[in-house]
Structures are given as structure tokens and as C-alpha cells.
């Protein structure tokens, strides 16, 4: 009897175990190896050619015009990373503490901060590209109310506005995700040390930078991380609100917009390369797994030291 049950139980762990880790195998692990793979062949169009070797990661980096369209790509991603950093989490932070303080209406401030999150990234795309219409969207219209019809622009229209026109509603639409992670944080800070904290102190200021941004580092650990990740695997938005090209004139494309141009072609260009394509999407992975690690293992370095 004993052993049937070991039996029973075994056979019930496995059958929770094994359909994730299939889905995971076929859905997640096999593409990563497929990339590397399709990155060392040739491609003429669907048809695999011969071995290039390290061809495709050369043409990539160090020919024309690919160079400079990666570090194009590649340095937009970086601004909408450290531009996120400061509007997303930063206000996240901001908007956790005056939760956590229990300011009039903290209840629904947390329902309202977090709805963004849950809309549909196609939504909140098309919501915002109704707002920087130049004729009748929100944002020119509200200018113009307010006598600031100077300041009326096409928003998406122009190249040194439009990549910024998207980080704000990406920073709008997800705003919410860091703020309920910070307040997680802060809601676990024990009652003791914010008693002694007061007594020491009434100062807003010395409370933040001594006490609770020090208790929140792992929540900031988890925030930095997974902004990083998102920021360079950014897709949705740039690819509804400034289109495949990352129009205009290559101001909102990024290495994700890049990789499915290179790959499967786009309208404007009848170009497609797998090869070009996994090389740069194996580019993207290893660099995007390197400095995500690194900033996993510094940020929890500083954890242990605090």
C-alpha cells in the first residue's frame, strides 16, 4: 500500500511537471538553439544555404548599412532604458510611498495606478496616438487651451520627439507595475524601526534616503532587472505607434524592430535574411543575459551590505 501511494504521488508530480517544462522546452529553449544555429548558415530566403561560420555576426556589427542601423537600434534602447529608469520607476517610487503613507484616497489610487497595466499594450498604443494627433488629439488641443498653442507639434512626426511621445506612454501604461512592487516593499519595513525613525526625525527626506529606500532593496533589485529586459526586448508600442520602419526617419526603431526587419522583411524592403536575423537575435539574447546578471549580482551584493 505504501508503495502504490509513492506510486499515485509520483505519477500526480509528474503529470504537473511535465506539461510545463514540454511547453517550455518546445516553446522557449528549442527557438534559443534554433537561432543559434539558423546564425551560422547562409539563407536564401526560406532555404537554408551552406556553413558561414561567424559571417552573419560580422555583417551585422562591422558592415554597411547593418553597423549603423544596430547602433542606431541599439542606442535608442538604451534611452528608453534610463529614460524608463527615471519616469517609470522613478514615479513608481514616488507614487508607492504616498500609498504607503496613507494619503486621502490611497485606496483607490491603487486600483487607478495599476488599471494601465492590465489594458492591452494595442489599446493603450491607439489610445496614445489618438492623444498626439496634431489637428484633434488631447495633448495640442489642451496646449492650445491653455495658450500654449506654440508648443503644438506633430508628436509621432518628428524625429526628436516622437521616440520620447512613446516612452511616456509606455511609462504611463506601466507605471503601476513598480509602484505596487515598491509599496510591497515598503509595506514589509517593520513598525519598530519606523517608530524609532520618527522619534529621531521628522523629516520626509531622511526617512526616504535612510530607512526605506535602504529596506526596499530587493523590490528595487526586481524593478532594475526586469526594466532592463523590457526596455531591450521593447516591441509593441514602437512597432503600433511609429510603425516597422521606426519612423520617422529610424527615430523610434529599436533592436526588436530591427531583428523582425532583418528576418522576415517589411513592406518597404523586400529584404529577409534568417541568417542576419538570428545572428542579431542571438546578439540581443547574450548581451541582454550578460548585463542582466551582472546587475542581478551587484544590486544583490548591495543587499547583503546593507
Known amino acids: 500500500m505504501p508503495q502504490l501511494r509513492m506510486t499515485g504521488r509520483g505519477l500526480w508530480i509528474t503529470a504537473l511537471i511535465v506539461p510545463p517544462l514540454a511547453f517550455v522546452a518546445l516553446f ?6 534554433s537561432a543559434f544555429a539558423y546564425a551560422f548558415f547562409d539563407w536564401q530566403g526560406l532555404r537554408r544555404g551552406g556553413f558561414v561560420g561567424l559571417e552573419n555576426f560580422h555583417t551585422v556589427l562591422f558592415v554597411e548599412p547593418y553597423r549603423s542601423w544596430t547602433l542606431n537600434a541599439f542606442k ?8 524608463l529608469m527615471v519616469l517609470q520607476n522613478g514615479l513608481g517610487f514616488i ?14 489610487h491603487r486600483i ?17 496616438k489618438l492623444f498626439y494627433h496634431p489637428l484633434f488629439g488631447v495633448v495640442n488641443l489642451s496646449l492650445k487651451g491653455l495658450g500654449l498653442g506654440w508648443l503644438a507639434q506633430p508628436w509621432l512626426g518628428q524625429g526628436n520627439t516622437a ?29 519598530e524601526i519606523l517608530d524609532a525613525v520618527r522619534m529621531e526625525t521628522e523629516s520626509e527626506w531622511v526617512k526616504i534616503t535612510k ?58 524592403s523586400g529584404q529577409q535574411d534568417f541568417g542576419l536575423g538570428s545572428a542579431l537575435a542571438v546578439l540581443i539574447f547574450l548581451f541582454i543575459a550578460l548585463i542582466a546578471g551582472v546587475i542581478t549580482t551587484r544590486l544583490r551584493a548591495r543587499e547583503i551590505q546593507i
Not at 488599471?115 to 496614445?128: E, K, R
Not at 508600442?237 to 526617419?249: A, H, K, R, T, W
Not at 533592436?255 to 526587419?261: A, E, I, Q
Open 112 to 128: 487607478a495606478v495599476f488599471l494601465p497595466v492590465v489594458l492591452s499594450t494595442i489599446i493603450v498604443a491607439y489610445l496614445f
Open 163 to 191: 521616440l520620447w511621445s512613446i516612452i511616456v506612454a509606455q511609462a504611463w501604461h506601466m507605471v503601476g507595475f513598480p509602484t505596487l512592487v515598491f509599496l510591497a516593499g515598503m509595506q514589509r519595513i517593520p513598525g
Open 28 to 33: 522557449i529553449v528549442y527557438p534559443i538553439f
Open 211 to 268: 530607512i526605506v529606500w535602504p529596506l526596499v532593496a530587493p523590490s528595487a533589485t526586481i524593478v532594475f532587472t526586469l526594466l532592463f529586459v523590457g526596455a531591450f526586448n521593447w516591441f509593441e508600442l514602437p512597432y503600433i505607434m511609429g510603425g516597422l520602419d521606426g519612423s520617422p526617419f529610424g527615430s523610434t526603431d529599436v533592436l526588436g524592430l530591427y531583428f523582425y526587419r532583418t528576418a522576415f522583411g517589411n513592406v518597404s
Open 95 to 108: 507614487l508607492a510611498y504616498a500609498l504607503w503613507r496613507e494619503l486621502p484616497g490611497a485606496r483607490f
Open 76 to 83: 535608442n534602447n538604451v534611452i528608453v532604458f534610463f529614460a
